[in-house]
């Protein structure tokens, strides 16, 4: 390979249980009146509190 050719990059594939999960979560929303997802929206910081980082104060 001379210094001017790039490297070829293999193409990225999506997962298809990727995918799934994505149409489903969509078609759940798309269900959802707006009220339902303000309600879910709102409850997102109780439904995730486990990701919020541990505090470095030590």
């Known amino acids: 390979m001379s210094g001017l050719e790039k490297p ?3 193409a990225r594939r999506r ?3 990727a995918d799934a999960a994505f149409l489903s ?3 759940r ?3 959802m009146s707006i009220e339902e997802r ?3 929206a709102l409850f997102m910081r109780e439904r995730f509190a486990w ?3 541990v505090s470095k104060d030590k």
């Open 51 to 53: 990701l919020q980082p």
């Open 25 to 27: 979560e969509m078609a």
């Open 8 to 10: 070829v990059k293999p």
């Open 15 to 17: 997962s298809a249980s």
């Open 38 to 40: 303000v309600q879910a």
């Open 29 to 31: 929303v798309k269900g």
